[in-house]
């Protein structure tokens, strides 16, 4: 199985649980599994990552090239199937937001090359709204995984498939 992460992979990583500081190996092990062909992320996520200078925005840009895939035909044509569900089954006000990111992106991604998502985002149950049919709220990846039938998993989940441990 190989593995398509999300934006919030690398934020999530960064900013609480594996500092570039405090564990170097996480960050090592993602390059290293991207050069074998074993993860990747598209351009979108790459350009969510950019907008803080902080840190992982260097990070990012350093390792654009091994990291970050522009997306293919294919994906931009399985993006348009994710918008169409999407704006069919949630709150207009959520789809932009959900439309405007990464997040459709690394989902068309995983489906059109068979990939798992990975994400930090938890399945949610969703509500729907009588009066418009709709489902409420944010709109989380491994719902929208779950409706085009992409697996998805987390980090920490990631890490064990790859057999990772830090010393």
């Known amino acids: 199985m190989l593995y398509c992460l999300d ?32 993860i990747c992320s598209p351009l979108p996520v790459y350009e969510e990552l950019i907008r803080s200078e902080d840190q992982l925005a260097g990070w990012a840009r350093y390792h654009k090239e091994t990291l970050f895939a522009d997306p293919d035909e294919a994906t931009v044509n399985a993006y348009t199937e994710i918008a169409d569900l999407v ?63 992409v697996k998805h998993i987390n980090t920490f989940d990631l890490l064990r498939a790859l057999k990772c441990t830090f010393k």
């Open 7 to 38: 934006t919030n992979v690398y934020i999530e990583a960064h900013r609480r649980y594996y500092a570039f500081d405090i564990v170097p190996g996480f960050w090592d092990a993602l390059i290293d599994s991207a050069k074998q062909g074993i």
């Open 87 to 149: 704006v069919l089954h949630y709150e207009p006000q959520h789809v932009q937001v959900f439309l405007d990111g990464a997040d459709p992106w690394v989902i068309a991604s995983a489906k059109v090359h068979e990939l798992a998502v990975v994400t930090m985002e938890g399945l949610k149950s969703e509500q729907t709204n009588p009066k418009s049919g709709r489902v409420r709220g944010k709109i989380q990846i491994p719902n929208v995984c779950r409706r085009v039938g």
